[in-house]
């Protein structure tokens, strides 16, 4: 089976979440030049602005990195077409099929990874030509599917022979080991990124984040299909409490968590925002550089002293 690090031209095995708002130009350069792969999150955005982030990004490292894209976005079709124009070279996909898109990706020779959660939806994009996988459990932040990191990643390593990535509920070594030993070749990670200082996030959410404690996230949405991981706040009971009684439409409910989040990321609205994080930011204490928590990651695993 392909190394991931070799698929991907990068030094450390270590992929960014694509974070709808969060992941822009700054924090993409600063995760590639740290020596992973770095990721434009494509989410919440028109086409010129992706290109633009695009653009600046290539401005400011000569490394690989990415575009997430997410694929209920309005956009994403629009975004599918423009990233081969630009010559981008990883694809990550998140919140949907990116079947429809694979074969043109393929042809001009993009890497393509999408976020599974679950075994039957990792087997269908293994067999459609996805070159690796990012196996997400439950715990991550934002939108996510229903099970477990821990169960789910053996599940779609012994059927599938592409590299897997885990993601959900890593933020250090600790997790990258763990991932390592369930048969991961690598690690997303998005939550400890947000409490870094290159994340272009309002510092009351950074603060919130490394503040959180273990039961602090919740799961708004988990009965209309779109279940969404978010730190608990006002706005998290109201969306609960709105999704319970009133017929709301599943896309009014994505707009309000959509719009309610660039209350949080840009305002630092801690209280009517929606405050998107993994379980793990139970794990995150402090704010550091990109690099530092890279390196912490990498430098302090069994994997790279070889001992797993
Ligand atoms: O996509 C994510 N995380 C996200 S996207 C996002 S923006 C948003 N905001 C409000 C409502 C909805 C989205 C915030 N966080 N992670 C990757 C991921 N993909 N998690 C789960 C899935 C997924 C779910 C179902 C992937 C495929 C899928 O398949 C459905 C199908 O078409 O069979």
């Known amino acids: 089976m392909k190394d991931i690090r070799e698929l991907l ?17 700054e924090l993409a350069a600063a995760v590639s030049n740290a020596g992973g792969l770095g990721l434009i999150g494509a989410g919440g955005w ?31 079709e629009a975004i599918s077409d423009m990233v081969i124009e630009e010559n981008v070279k990883v694809i990550t996909t998140g919140a949907g099929n990116p079947g429809v898109y694979m ?35 439950t715990e991550a932040g934002g939108h996510i599917g229903q099970i477990t990191t821990f169960t789910l990643v053996p599940q779609v390593c012994d059927v599938v022979n592409i ?17 390592f030993a369930l048969g991961a070749q690598g690690v997303q990670i998005g939550t400890v990124l947000l409490a870094s200082h290159e994340c272009p996030i309002h510092d009351n959410y950074k ?15 988990r ?18 409490e709105l999704s319970k009684y009133n017929n709301m439409k599943l896309e009014e409910l994505e707009l309000l968590t959509l719009g309610s989040l660039k209350k949080a990321v840009f305002e630092g609205d801690m209280v009517n925002g929606s405050i998107m994080a993994g379980q793990s930011a139970g794990l995150v204490k402090e704010i550091r550089s ?12 069994r994997v790279y002293k070889g001992i797993l």
Not at 207 to 220: F, I, L, P, S, Y
Not at 225 to 235: L, Q, T
């Open 103 to 137: 074969k043109k990706w393929k042809k001009a020779g993009i890497r393509v990874i999408p976020v599974v959660p679950s075994v039957a939806f990792a087997k269908r994009l293994a067999r459609g030509g996805a070159d690796a996988l990012i196996v997400e459990g």
């Open 46 to 76: 028109d086409v010129d602005r992706v290109r633009d982030e695009i653009r600046k990004t290539k401005a400011l490292t000569d490394k690989t990195f990415g575009v997430n894209i997410m694929l209920m976005s309005p956009y994403a």
């Open 223 to 240: 009965h209309t299909g779109a279940p969404v991981r978010v730190i608990k706040n006002k706005m998290a009971r109201k969306y609960l």
């Open 207 to 221: 603060n919130r984040v490394v503040k959180a404690k273990d039961t602090d996230t919740v799961v708004t949405g």
């Open 290 to 301: 990109v690099k530092e928590i890279l390196d912490d990651i990498f430098i302090n695993s």
């Open 163 to 179: 590299p897997v990535i885990a993601a959900g509920g890593i933020a250090d070594s600790r997790g990258l080991d763990a991932a």
């Open 9 to 25: 031209n990068i030094e450390y095995p270590i992929i960014q979440g694509g974070m709808a708002n969060i992941a822009t130009h």
